[in-house]
């Protein structure tokens, strides 16, 4: 360890101590920045604190549960990436689901809900969808500014503040030394400092005029942020607007689930209209082989392939551990649920073609565990 050099960095500090005192208390004079310095300086911490409440304000919409959003900031830091969990909206489409096929997607409410937790669950994935792009094209540049540009410009000032104590403890000392002998080392002294202090406002000054070109940037970001909730919005009004009209249509059907709408006396023929000759009797509906067994009109998300075919046979299966989907063509599973999966021909064993609601996508066949042998 070096001394001297710790000797000498302790009478600094000593002397900016001395030097900060006696000018709270007025028996010291402090040197004055020019007025172009001091109004950067006031608009570079309004821009700090106007962007921090921001981004807090902007995280808060996106991820509302505080518990979620440390989450988010410890994985951050330690895995660099934020963990990927499902929205309340798709728990919430997963048990309606679940619900609707224990009530019996035959009955009415049945299929109703097995609807309404398809239409949560793409809720859901919009919600997550809104998350990511807000987060990457808003929230993390404008966290970046705050944790660079920022703290650079902070830690500048905090510099230039020690260079001006140290250039008025230089000044104090002149004034104060009596014989030339005295005067001399302090005038090389404030020299020095002066140099200092001169060359760090420069530098700072610097850094806080270009707060002011950062606006473009913030502009840019914000339209991103406008951007996905346009999309997000817009998602979520198609999505209510089909089920809407899904939910319309089964009201429309009775309890036996014929296609025949209901008849009302509106639209009853008159009594003195010759009766139609009677259709023939129809031939007796024969039951389908499995229940599982039956064309795809249900689940519109599944490949081309699939939903022209009619017949095609979907098995049961338990997910035994979690999975998240790698692109738009496979879907995430949750370990536990239970979901449906088909072996498309020609396709590798490694992946099938499973729903969940409304939901499809190819999964790997390894995650699932077969109910239907």
Not at 25 to 40: M, P, R, S, V, Y
Not at 129 to 154: C, W
Not at 321 to 328: M, W
Not at 352 to 371: D, F, H, I, K, T
């Amino acid at each position: 360890m070096d001394l001297k050099k710790l000797a000498g960095q302790a009478g600094q500090f000593l002397t900016r101590a001395v030097q900060y005192t006696e000018e709270r208390i007025g028996n010291a004079e402090k040197t004055e920045l020019d007025q172009n310095f001091e109004t950067l300086s006031q608009q570079a911490d309004s821009a700090r604190v106007w962007t921090e409440k921001l981004v807090n304000g902007a995280e808060a919409v996106l991820i509302p549960n505080p518990g979620n959003r440390m989450e988010d900031m410890i994985f951050e830091k330690i895995e660099k990436r934020r963990p990927n969990r499902l929205s309340n909206l798709e728990y919430l489409g997963l048990d309606m689901v679940q619900a609707g096929n224990n009530y019996g997607p035959g009955t009415p409410y049945g299929s109703a809900l097995v609807r309404v937790g398809g239409a949560e669950q793409r809720l859901g994935l919009a919600e997550r969808e809104l998350v990511s792009n807000a987060g990457q094209g808003f929230v993390q540049p404008m966290r970046r500014f705050l944790d660079t540009e920022m703290k650079t410009i902070a830690r500048e000032k905090r510099l230039l503040e020690t260079k001006r104590l140290d250039l008025d403890a230089c000044k104090n000392r002149l004034r104060k030394a009596r014989s030339m002998d005295g005067q001399s080392p302090a005038q090389s002294d404030l020299r020095k400092a002066q140099a200092d202090f001169d060359r760090q406002a420069e530098i700072t000054k610097l850094l806080l005029e270009g707060v002011r070109s950062c606006q473009a940037a913030h502009l840019r970001h914000l339209n991103e942020m406008v951007e996905a909730q346009a999309t997000y919005y817009k998602q979520c009004h198609n999505v209510m607007v089909d089920l809407q009209k899904e939910l319309a249509s089964l009201s429309l059907m009775p309890e036996d689930g014929s296609a025949t709408p209901k008849a009302s006396a509106a639209t009853s023929a008159p009594a003195s209209a010759p009766a139609p000759a009677p259709a023939p009797a129809p031939a007796p509906a024969q039951a389908p082989a499995s229940p599982l067994a039956t064309p795809n009109t249900t689940y519109p998300n599944l490949s081309k392939e699939i939903a022209e075919k009619d017949g095609v046979v979907f098995r049961r299966a338990k997910v035994v551990c979690d999975y998240d989907a790698t692109n738009r063509n496979e879907m995430s599973l949750m370990m536990n649920e239970i979901v449906e999966y088909t072996e498309q021909p020609g396709q590798s064993s490694d992946f099938v073609m499973a729903r969940r609601g409304n939901q499809s996508g190819r999964v790997p066949y390894a995650y699932l565990e077969p109910l239907d042998d």
